[in-house]
């Protein structure tokens, strides 16, 4: 049976309960041990899919097609392996277990309750995600606050998992704040305390603290956390602020973070080979001469977890190449106000990410023709590849009122137009999701990238290119190089005669990792790098 490491945090959120979990997969797996990680979500939402990306960052796909929360697309970066819909909990699908339970009789006339019949779900999930993947290992990020009345059903469940698989086998890391007060000069360990009392409340003691932090802990607050939070000094850790995420994992190995779990858990493994990790921070710190800024136009860019894994794929693109990466956040609606022109023109190159809704849409629009008519390196995902098809069809084929269905209703010209099985359906989990393949035309763009003529790649859209267009638009010049092997979804799009030029209807970025970039994000890179090379040097 699999061992449990649970992530907990205290304090505030946002602490990075997500890149802990990730990291520590990371070093267990390093250490030649089968790993995988679930996040349980305390929101009554069945699944993140119909929440705003102001409130909830990005959505993040599945191979299987889950929309989960974001963390689990940290997880597959940071421990390589692709998860699925059991990776991820929310309080909406257990209650809904529950009841569907209920409703068939299957608890016999018992009055159902939180305990024992929601932490039996919960507790059910846990175990049953460990069993799946064959895990020797299986990490647990609670997410959430301790003390938040939507916790209390997990952190009681974990609790209880203590006495159900034995307390050898199960380790609590708890992850919280340090504040530093500038008025005084001191860090502060007492949200830290109080956190911890919080949970020993409820039942539950850390067996480690990893602490959030700007700056280095003193040994003064290490041990005054060691002492009122009654944990040894050496399982008191800290996580600073770092600018490359990739650096956390580093870090807590070099405090001992995975011998800790490990001692914990009666279990032994070889030392990690972290090289590759290492190189990789040492890239990202490297000061170039070369810098490549990439324009990301989206219209949620005040909250750029929205771009969460559009962000990390283009990290990813640069890495081996000598020239760092600018990633420049433009609004679409600036581009709407002031002009591609004015707002792009010294970018290298441009993507153009997914989204939902007509707001911005022009500002899209423009951004691509200066693209196509500049020269520009252009990636499109998903929306944004509508829209280089909306704007093709404006200006090169003839059509001036071509728009999306999704936002018109009177154009003569729908080429993005909904595809018939979403008719009339309800909006949550009902898109067309998760992995599908795709066929490569030849002696194309996407099959010089991919060099492959079968691929597979995730999906989350409800509109697709208007086949009854694709001829007039395939003669003026926009080329399909890739569809669904039935020919009958158009899955890319390129043009011919241009540096890079190319979108798809597909979200590439889910399944970009660190050590292999995606084939469209290092094209993107490469692409944009070239064009900042030719440009005239000051």
Same mark, same amino acid.
């Given at each position: ?243 490359? /995420?990739?650096?956390?994992?580093? +870090? ?5 973070? !995975? &011998?800790? #779990?490990? @001692?914990? $858990? ?60 600018? /990633?420049?956040?433009?609004?679409? +609606? ?5 002009? !591609? &022109?004015? #707002?792009? @023109?010294? $970018? ?76 009339? #359906?309800? @909006? ?111």
């Amino acid at each position: 049976m699999s061992r449990f490491v649970f992530i907990t945090g205290g304090v505030l959120s946002s602490l990075g309960k997500g890149i802990t979990a990730s990291s520590l997969g990371m070093l267990l797996k390093a250490r030649g041990l089968n790993v995988t990680i679930m996040k349980c979500d305390p929101y009554l939402n069945v699944d993140p899919g119909t929440m705003s990306p102001y409130q909830h960052g990005e959505v993040f796909v599945t191979e299987d097609g889950a929309e989960t929360d974001l963390d689990l697309g940290h997880y597959e970066r940071f421990i390589d392996t692709n998860l699925t819909r059991y990776n991820s909990v929310t309080t909406g699908q257990i209650y809904s277990t529950v009841i569907a339970k209920e409703r068939r009789g299957d608890y016999l006339g018992a009055t159902v309750q939180v305990i024992p019949h929601i932490t039996n779900c919960i507790k059910e999930s846990i175990v049953r995600v460990g069993n799946i993947n064959d895990a020797e290992v299986t990490i647990v990020e609670v997410g959430g606050t301790v003390g938040d009345i939507e916790s209390l059903p997990y952190l009681e469940a974990i609790r209880q998992m203590r006495g159900d698989v034995g307390r050898d086998n199960v380790c609590y890391i708890h992850v919280t704040y340090i504040p530093f007060s500038r008025t005084i000069g001191e860090m502060k360990s007492k949200p830290t305390q109080h956190s911890v009392k919080e949970m020993r409340a409820i039942g539950l003691a850390p067996d480690l603290i990893v602490c959030r932090t700007s700056r280095s802990l003193t040994r003064e607050v290490r041990d005054k956390i060691s002492l009122f939070c009654d944990i040894d000094p050496e399982c008191v850790l800290e996580a600073r602020d770092v600018e490359c /995420i990739y650096e956390i994992p580093i +870090e807590l190995e070099r405090q001992g973070l !995975a &011998e800790s #779990v490990l @001692k914990r $858990l009666n279990m032994q493994a070889p030392a990690p080979d972290l090289e590759y990790q290492k190189q990789i921070v040492k890239n990202f710190r490297t000061n170039h001469t070369d810098k490549v800024r990439i324009g990301v136009i989206g219209k949620y860019i005040k909250v750029q977890d929205a771009y969460l894994s559009i962000m990390e794929s283009l990290n990813h693109s640069s890495i081996g190449h000598n020239a760092n990466l600018e /990633i420049v956040w433009v609004a679409s +609606e600036q581009i709407e106000r002031e002009g !591609a &022109e004015a #707002v792009i @023109k010294d $970018l290298d190159g441009v993507l153009v990410p997914g989204g939902f809704g007509d707001r911005g849409i022009e500002g899209k629009i423009m951004a691509i023709k200066y693209c196509r008519e500049n020269q520009m390196p252009f990636l499109g995902i998903c929306l944004g590849m509508q829209c280089a098809v909306i704007e093709f069809a404006r200006n090169q084929a003839e059509m001036p009122d071509a728009h999306s269905g999704e936002f018109s209703t009177t154009t003569g010209h729908p080429v993005i137009s909904l595809m018939p099985d979403q008719s009339g #359906v309800v @909006k949550g989990g009902t898109m067309r999701l998760g992995a599908y393949p795709c066929r490569i035309t030849e002696d194309t763009l996407a099959a010089r990238l991919y060099n492959s003529s079968l691929i597979y790649e995730r999906h989350r859209h409800r509109f697709e290119v208007n086949n009854e267009f694709r001829a007039r638009l395939a003669r003026k010049g926009l080329v399909i190089s890739g569809t669904s092997p039935d020919q009958q979804l158009v899955e890319i799009v390129e043009l011919p005669n241009h540096p890079f030029f190319i979108g798809c209807q597909f979200h590439p970025e889910f399944k970009s990792r660190i050590n292999r970039p995606h084939p469209l994000f290092a094209g993107l890179f490469v692409a944009a790098h070239a064009r900042m090379k030719a440009k005239p040097q000051p």
